[in-house]
């Protein structure tokens, strides 16, 4: 049996990139291609915890970041986990130059938008995975 | 004039499930609408996997950490990196003992979700005060 796509957000608090981040893997992991992708905790990982370094360690990974600081790749990779793709809001912004998120807690009207945006194309990345793997 | 310091409150990042999500809500609740002058926080990937600048943070201010569950990455991590939170909340357990069950939905807080962030947001509002006050 296939496992999962791993698909890990940044974790970001202070800024709507990394809420856009996390509610796009939502979406992906539990609306658009459930069964098929899958995620973890990026601070469990970063603690060093022997479970998720394993799954990251065995699984194909795709990382999502809000900001430049690309906290799930570097944390992935730093946990010996491999990224086959990586996405960020922040390029997903310079592509969607109309929409300008705001709010954090609540995504607003444009930060659905732009997460719904990266939910689509996270999902046909797992798909192109899904059928390497 | 004694200044008080500002508190650092640190969420859990908890993608894995619901408790996760009451957690950050109930952040950002405190840093946007409860106690915003009072209050900062930080990723805590990133204060994990950062340098000493990061690491200063919770030298730098008085934290309370968040946690979505009993593994209390936040409360560890402060702890291990810095130093012990002034406090620190297990959600998971702070559930069972309201009553209360834990969000199903991971993505949006539903009317129940909503009400048990916001009685968390209060609680740690309140430790925040606490730790004003005896500092």
């Known amino acids: ?133 | 004039m004694k200044i008080k310091p500002k508190i650092g409150v640190v969420s859990c990042s908890g993608e894995c499930c619901g408790l996760g999500t009451l957690s950050r809500v109930a952040t950002r609740l405190v840093l946007e609408e409860l106690r915003p002058d009072e209050t900062v926080t930080i990723c805590l990937p990133l204060f994990l996997a950062g340098e000493a600048e990061e690491h200063s943070f919770a030298k730098d201010y008085p934290t309370v950490s968040v946690d979505g569950c009993g593994k209390r990455c936040a409360y560890k991590a402060i702890t291990k990196y810095s130093k012990e939170p002034a406090a620190g909340v297990d959600v998971e357990a702070l559930l069972v003992e309201w009553g209360v069950e834990a969000p199903g939905d991971r993505r949006t807080l539903d009317g129940d979700g909503l009400k048990a962030a916001r009685r968390l947001a209060e609680l740690l509002a309140g430790k925040v005060d606490d730790i004003q006050g005896a500092s």
């Not at chain 1, 479970?51 to 730093?78: F, H, K, M, P, Y």
């Not at chain 1, 809001?89 to 945006?117: C, H, Y």
């Open chain 1, 1 to 133: 049996m296939k496992k999962p796509i791993l698909v890990i957000p940044c974790s970001g608090i202070g800024k709507s990139f990394g809420s856009i981040s996390r509610d796009a893997v939502f979406r992906v992991c539990d609306e658009l291609r459930p069964g098929k992708a899958d995620t973890i905790c990026l601070s469990l990982l970063v603690m060093g915890d022997e479970e998720a370094r394993r799954r990251v360690s065995e699984s194909t990974c795709i990382a999502v970041d809000g900001c430049t600081l690309e906290c799930s790749r570097n944390n992935v990779e730093g946990s010996g986990g491999e990224i086959a793709a990586h996405f960020r809001v922040m390029d997903l912004l310079r592509e969607n130059r109309g929409l300008k998120p705001r709010e954090v807690t609540f995504l607003d009207e444009d930060g659905e938008k732009l997460s719904a945006i990266l939910a689509e194309k996270i999902a046909a990345k797992v798909d192109e995975l899904w059928g390497e793997s």
